[in-house]
């Protein structure tokens, strides 16, 4: 019953950032849930040097298909010019949850 869904990793500059992108894709029903993680201490390196950052860890959940979709979304109202968008698929599930899941999408 898992084939298909997916976990969506994106990190923000901010709590508000997160919370406005995944408003914006529940809206449009591409992910059923948004859990808003932070703020986090992310390194990493950008431009040859190595940087540190205070960010939100933003967790979606939706259908593999719908990726792109959300990845678009996401490139529109995302403040990075190279956001962090990574998929991973869900392996197990509750039947329960991943019914419900299934019902909050498009």
């Not at 849930?33 to 940087?51: D, Q, T, V």
């Not at 205070?54 to 996401?74: A, P």
Request: proline residues 3%; aromatic residues 8%.
């Amino acid at each position: 019953m898992t084939d298909g869904y997916i976990l969506v990793l994106v990190t923000t500059a901010s709590k508000s950032e997160a919370e406005k992108i995944a408003q914006h894709l529940l809206d449009a029903k591409l992910i059923a849930c948004g859990n808003i993680i932070g703020p986090i201490a992310s390194l990493f390196r950008w431009s040859g040097k190595i940087e540190r950052a205070e960010e939100y860890l933003t967790i979606m959940k939706t259908r593999q298909e719908l990726f792109r979709m959300v990845e678009e979304e996401i490139k529109t109202l995302h403040s990075y010019e190279v956001p962090e968008i990574l998929a991973i698929p869900i392996i197990e599930g509750s039947n329960a949850y991943l019914k419900w899941l299934e019902s909050c999408l498009v």
